[in-house]
Structure formats: structure tokens, C-alpha cells
T-cell receptor, first 113, second 116 residues
Framework: DVKVTQSSRYLVKRTGEKVFLECVQDMDHENMFWYRQDPGLGLRLIYF???????EKGDIPEGYSVSREKKERFSLILESASTNQTSMYLC????????????FGNGTRLTVT | AQKITQTQPGMFVQEKEAVTLDCTYDTSDQSYGLFWYKQPSSGEMIFLIY??????QNATEGRYSLNFQKARKSANLVISASQLGDSAMYFC?????????????FGAGTRLTVKP
């Protein structure tokens, strides 16, 4: 089974802090994704990466950056956390070929105070 | 523009009855894939069913079936014989562009509650 692991289940940070959310997958997937989930808005794509060092902006990239130095790891970075970035963050991965389903991690609930 | 629309924020169904969760989508691509995910209160995202745009038959997976109406751009999820464990959030999603590195877009979700 594909395993996507997010480093923290819950995280509390202060406004202005730099925050790193880490995601690791163990199935050699080319594609990796970061979403945020908010009630009534569903999952919104922040960034995705289709290869090492490659990234594409999603619908809401403002205030975020990403890093993919190794195939199995995709990091989401909040350069200066703000209270409106309080949310559930979901990482996912998939193979490139065709229309494959995404495999998700269990999520990180981030609270910015 | 919103690519996936789920118009039902919440739905109730009696145990053992069938329920349909609505999903419409917007794309100009001829090649795309449609997905449904379930998210129980534990938060994990569970992949349920997939429909390709060129598939002529509606997809089925156990008690789940996808009512695919291409001309209307709808991909409704039908759950037969509902169980209490079906209570969860359900998300419709789409990937476009078969040969491209394609992302996945989600709808806002429908919260299904199964009543005993």
C-alpha cells in the first residue's frame, strides 16, 4: 500500500513564524501535491510538483512556497505565518501516467495564533 | 472559475436506502478523469471510484456507482443500501489532460448523514 506521511498531525505556530510542513511518500511517485481544506470550500490546491525541483502553482499559492529536493519528499513552507493560514493541510501523491487517483496523507491541522 | 460544483452541502438518508450525491464539472478537454473520495470524521481521504471521459459504461465499485452523463457534464455518486458507516464528507474531483502532468481539482464537498 502507498504510504504518504505528514510529519505532524497538529501544529500551533505564532504569527510571523516560518513554518515547514513535511510530506514523504514511499511509492516512488512522480507527482506530489499540497492542498488546504477549509469548511465549505473543499480542498484547494496550493502547489504541485511533477518531478524533483519542478513545481507548479495551484489556485492559492500566495503566502506559500514549496521545495522538492528529493523525489519522495515535498515540503510546504509558510514564509511568515498569518492567522488566515490556520487550516487543515493535506499532502498527496500519484503516478504520472494517465488519470491516477491521489493517495493522501492524514493531514496536518495548523493553528496560527 | 469553479471547475467542480457540488450543490448539496448536506444530505440525509435513511439506513438501507439509496442516495445520490450530485457533481457537475466544467472542462474544455476531451480527455479527463472524474473521482469520488470519502472523508470520514477521522480525516483520511479514501478513494472510492473513478470514471474516465471515454468510458462508455458507468463505473461501479461495490455499493458505489457513478452516474456519468457526459453531455450534461455531471458525475453523480450513487450509494446503494446506505450504512451508518457511510456518514462522511464526500468530494468529487477531476483531472484533465491525459498526457500532461495534471493536477486534481475538488468540489466543496457534501456531508452525508445516514440515519438509523
Amino acid at each position: 500500500d502507498v504510504k504518504v506521511t505528514q510529519s505532524s498531525r497538529y501544529l500551533v505556530k505564532r504569527t510571523g513564524e516560518k513554518v515547514f510542513l513535511e510530506c514523504v511518500q514511499d511509492m516512488d511517485h512522480e507527482n506530489m501535491f499540497w492542498y488546504r481544506q477549509d469548511p465549505g470550500l473543499g480542498l484547494r490546491l496550493i502547489y504541485f510538483s511533477y518531478d524533483v525541483k519542478m513545481k507548479e502553482k495551484g489556485d492559492i499559492p500566495e503566502g506559500y512556497s514549496v521545495s522538492r529536493e528529493k523525489k519522495e519528499r515535498f515540503s510546504l513552507i509558510l514564509e511568515s505565518a498569518s492567522t488566515n493560514q490556520t487550516s487543515m493541510y493535506l499532502c498527496a501523491s500519484s503516478i504520472t501516467t494517465g488519470f491516477s487517483p491521489l493517495h493522501f496523507g492524514n493531514g496536518t491541522r495548523l493553528t496560527v495564533t | 472559475a469553479q471547475k467542480i460544483t457540488q450543490t448539496q452541502p448536506g444530505m440525509f438518508v435513511q439506513e438501507k436506502e439509496a442516495v445520490t450525491l450530485d457533481c457537475t464539472y466544467d472542462t474544455s478537454d476531451q480527455s479527463y478523469g472524474l473521482f469520488w473520495y470519502k472523508q470520514p470524521s477521522s480525516g483520511e481521504m479514501i478513494f472510492l471510484i473513478y470514471q474516465g471521459s471515454y468510458d462508455e459504461q458507468n463505473a461501479t465499485e461495490g455499493r458505489y456507482s457513478l452516474n456519468f452523463q457526459k453531455a450534461r457534464k455531471s458525475a453523480n455518486l450513487v450509494i446503494s443500501a446506505s450504512q451508518l458507516g457511510d456518514s462522511a464528507m464526500y468530494f468529487c474531483a477531476m483531472r484533465e489532460g491525459f498526457y500532461n502532468n495534471n493536477d486534481m481539482r475538488f468540489g466543496a464537498g457534501t456531508r452525508l448523514t445516514v440515519k438509523p
